[in-house]
């Protein structure tokens, strides 16, 4: 199992990027996809999860402004994030869980917004 998160970057303030998080030795549609982030001196916070049917769930501070999303065709996952923040300032991490809970994370792809 190995994932592979790529997209981060600089951006300034109200600004857009788009994550991937690319599977592969597993198929990705066989698990529950999520997004994590982590800022300097804080927590790993969940921020979005994908299901495998395709349901998603959010943070409450980026609810409306991100979009989780999966190709199953690609073995991809994505997170459009849009309106950027300061704060959204983080690594961005992927994990995918299998049926059986355990979990496989990716090396993170960090994100700063900034002016």
């Known amino acids: 199992v190995q994932l592979v998160e790529s997209g981060g970057g600089l951006v300034q303030p109200g600004g857009s990027l788009r994550l991937s998080c690319a599977a592969s030795?597993?198929?990705?549609?066989?698990?529950?996809m999520s997004w994590f982030r982590q800022a300097p001196g804080k927590e790993r916070e969940l921020v979005a999860t994908?299901?495998?049917?395709?349901?998603?769930n959010y943070a409450d501070l980026v609810k409306g402004r991100f979009t989780v999303s999966r190709d199953n065709a690609a073995n991809t996952m994505y997170l459009q994030m849009n309106s950027l923040k300061v704060e959204d300032t983080a690594v961005y991490f992927c994990?995918?869980?299998?049926?059986?809970?355990?979990?496989?994370w990716g090396q993170g792809t960090q994100v700063t917004v900034s002016a």
């Open positions: 994990r995918a869980l299998s049926p059986r809970g355990s979990a496989s």
């Open positions: 030795g597993f198929t990705l549609s066989n698990y529950a």
């Open positions: 994908i299901s495998k049917v395709g349901f998603t």
